[in-house]
């Protein structure tokens, strides 16, 4: 399930949720179906993208990444198959629970309309590498993964939890989509050698310099559409706390200039747990303010 992934899926949902309870009253299971609803579809992406990567030949030997259960020879295609279905079975499950604990209905316009995004998501989720024209392989991850990692869990989070559309939120679910636009880009980097047969990336397209400008230009531009959100929206010092999670980004940055292929494997785990931390404490500065 690629368990060190799952804190970037919650980086955004938290943040949203988190936004929503400085002026609503969130009861605490709209709070854990809704985590939970994007913990499941987190997996089912996983799930998908090792079976699709296993099909296509991108899970070789010659990988740089870590080795997954497929390429091991812990499960068989047909049990992940099973692993796939019944997550999407699951997330259903959670999506409509999450739907009907916010708005006690399924039908009113609010509720259909997140049937809808979810449904958008759980193919999304799916076709990332799998089925037979996969988006990410057509070097169009990026786009999804910005749209379903950081607009969707900001935007989409806030308003299961406060019933309210807040445009505003999009800039730190923009920010939270750079960060999570860089997990890929630093995980495309890491792979161009085992991926130049099977698949089409932003690193491939660009080469690896410009694709390491590109990664430092996301997480700049992340940082400033975060301080932007910040200056506007709040007062006092409190909602900068997040600032303190400047050192971990520059180390990253450090090291994705200076490492290659294998060796930028750490610098995966460290984005991830950095935006964790960065949308926790974003979302208790604002709290708090």
């Known amino acids: 399930?690629?368990?060190?992934?799952?804190?970037?899926?919650?980086?955004?949902?938290?943040?949203?949720?988190?936004?929503?309870?400085?002026?609503?009253?969130?009861?605490?299971?709209?709070?854990?179906?809704?985590v939970m609803t994007t913990v499941s579809l987190q997996i089912l992406s996983n799930l998908s993208n090792e079976l699709g990567d296993w099909l296509s030949g991108v899970d070789s030997d010659d990988r740089?990444?870590?080795?997954?259960?497929?390429?091991?020879?812990?499960?068989?295609?047909?049990?992940?198959?099973?692993?796939?279905?019944?997550?999407?079975?699951v997330c259903m499950i959670l999506g409509l629970g999450m739907i009907r604990a916010s708005f006690k209905t399924i039908f009113c316009i609010e509720s259909e309309s997140l049937v809808v995004l979810g449904g958008l998501a759980i193919w999304a989720a799916m076709h990332y590498t799998l089925g037979k024209n996969p988006y990410g392989y057509r070097g169009l991850g990026d786009l999804f993964v910005f749209t379903f990692f950081g607009l969707v869990p900001v935007?989409?989070?806030?308003?299961?939890?406060?019933?309210?559309?807040?445009?505003?939120?999009?800039?730190?679910?923009?920010?939270?989509?750079?960060?999570?636009?860089?997990?890929?880009?630093?995980?495309?980097?890491?792979?161009?050698?085992?991926?130049?047969?099977?698949?089409?990336?932003?690193?491939?397209?660009?080469?690896?310099?410009?694709?390491?400008?590109?990664?430092?230009i996301l997480i700049i531009t992340g940082w400033l559409l975060m301080l932007t959100f910040t200056i506007l929206r709040t007062r006092g010092l409190l909602p900068y706390l997040y600032v303190l999670t400047a050192p971990l980004y520059i180390k990253h940055l450090t090291g994705v200039w200076r490492l290659d292929s294998k060796a930028l494997d750490p610098m995966l785990p460290m984005l991830v747990i950095s935006t964790f931390i960065f949308a926790l404490l974003a979302g208790t500065g604002y709290i708090l303010m």
């Open 1 to 34: 399930m690629r368990l060190r992934t799952l804190p970037l899926s919650t980086a955004g949902i938290a943040l949203g949720l988190m936004l929503a309870c400085q002026g609503h009253d969130v009861p605490w299971y709209v709070i854990l179906l809704t």
């Open 155 to 216: 935007t989409g989070g806030y308003f299961v939890a406060s019933h309210d559309i807040g445009l505003w939120t999009l800039l730190p679910g923009a920010a939270i989509g750079l960060f999570s636009v860089g997990v890929l880009n630093v995980n495309n980097i890491r792979d161009m050698e085992s991926d130049a047969a099977n698949r089409t990336t932003i690193p491939l397209r660009i080469g690896k310099k410009n694709a390491k400008i590109y990664h430092t």
């Open 64 to 89: 740089n990444g870590p080795q997954y259960s497929m390429q091991e020879g812990g499960l068989t295609e047909d049990e992940m198959r099973s692993c796939i279905r019944i997550t999407v079975l």
